[in-house]
């Protein structure tokens, strides 16, 4: 099931040439905590095609995203490691509340607790943390950010029992008068549909989480694979059928049905 709610007419580039780079940094010799809480980031770029030519001449951004792509999309995850020989809800909390808050969901005193344990089918291993899908506006609304979300804990998974998120808007409207609790509450059911639709849970205090162990978000990846090609067909068809439509009234011939 696709979670596109936009036209593919809106569509501002063929979604089949974007790319998810991969950064994490760290000191060859790791300082403070860096050994338990890892931060990952993934840029999401757009690269045109070499020979893609401009109707009206390629500027420097276009020759830009041909090269080095240009940046449409970010997430933000974080790897909590286990048996780090340290306080892990101290260590997420000094980065941030909201990274705090999810970790004392999962942890009683530095362990898994009895909840987590009982919804996850083998609790034993690092956490995933998914803290932040971010797309710019032209991009939003055709159901990308449930591929790249599961895309990323799919290469960032490993060695984990779980991925946690919890569902928090990352983008405010320009208005604080438009911050209101109806507001509030449509922006959450839109990201709990979109973590659900890749494999997670409710759990408790509004942290969602999802069982690597299962198969599950495996078969659930499949099907946003086959969204995201499907909206590529539907972008490729077109501007094919707009090209016929050009090359038809350049001809001054009306465009066969």
């Known amino acids: 099931m696709s979670l596109s709610r936009r036209p593919v007419s809106e569509l501002p580039g063929d979604p089949a040439r974007l790319q998810l780079i991969y950064t994490h940094g760290h000191p060859a010799i790791p300082y403070d905590y860096e050994d338990i809480?890892?931060?990952?980031?993934?840029?999401?770029?757009?690269?045109?095609?070499?020979?893609?030519?401009?109707?009206?001449?390629c500027t420097d951004g276009c020759q830009g995203s041909k090269g080095d792509g240009s940046e449409v999309g970010r997430l933000s995850l974080w790897r909590l490691r286990d048996h780090a020989g340290a306080d892990r809800w101290m260590v997420a909390d000094a980065e941030s509340g909201e990274l705090g808050g999810i970790v004392s969901t999962v942890l009683d005193h530095d362990e898994y607790s009895a909840a987590f344990e009982r919804v996850i089918e083998c609790p034993v291993g690092d956490l995933l943390i998914l803290d932040r899908v971010f797309l710019t506006k032209p991009w939003r609304g055709f159901g990308l950010g449930p591929v790249f979300a599961a895309e990323a804990v799919r290469r960032l998974s490993g060695g984990c029992c779980a991925v946690a998120a919890e569902p928090g808007s990352g983008e405010w409207p320009d208005s604080r008068d438009d911050i209101t609790d109806t507001y509030r509450a449509t922006v959450t059911e839109k990201i709990v549909e979109m973590l659900q639709s890749i494999g997670f849970h409710a759990f408790r205090n509004g942290v969602q989480l999802l069982d690597t162990s299962l198969q599950e978000p495996d078969d659930l990846l499949r099907q946003r694979r086959n969204d995201l090609m499907d909206l590529s067909a539907a972008y490729q068809q077109q501007v094919a059928e707009g090209l016929l439509r050009v090359l038809a009234e350049r001809a001054g011939e009306p465009l066969i049905q």
């Open 37 to 57: 809480l890892e931060h990952w980031e993934v840029s999401v770029r757009y690269f045109r095609d070499e020979d893609t030519q401009c109707a009206d001449g």
